[in-house]
């Protein structure tokens, strides 16, 4: 039983965590795009990012992926 309410918690708190994009390389020619998962509540302790994208819509389908998994893996 106190699995199951584990689990409703970390489901109730999905809307916690969001991604956010960041440029990289302002000063370059190559402006290149990343993403970062990061929680409403309080800050995480670590920094979940990836790579660098070519572009925006890149690197947010690529964030909202490792979201995904992420939230998956909290369960």
């Known amino acids: ?9 970390a489901a109730a708190n999905d809307d916690d965590y969001f991604v956010i994009l960041k440029r990289c390389g302002q000063r370059s020619r190559q402006n290149r795009w990343t993403w970062e998962i990061r929680r409403r509540s309080k800050p995480l302790g670590v920094t979940l990012d990836g790579d660098e994208y070519i ?20 369960r």
Do not use: I
């Open 1 to 9: 039983m106190q699995q199951r309410r584990a689990k409703s918690s």
């Open 55 to 74: 572009t925006p819509q890149d690197a947010r389908l690529a964030g909202e992926k490792a979201l995904s998994e992420f939230l998956h893996n909290l």
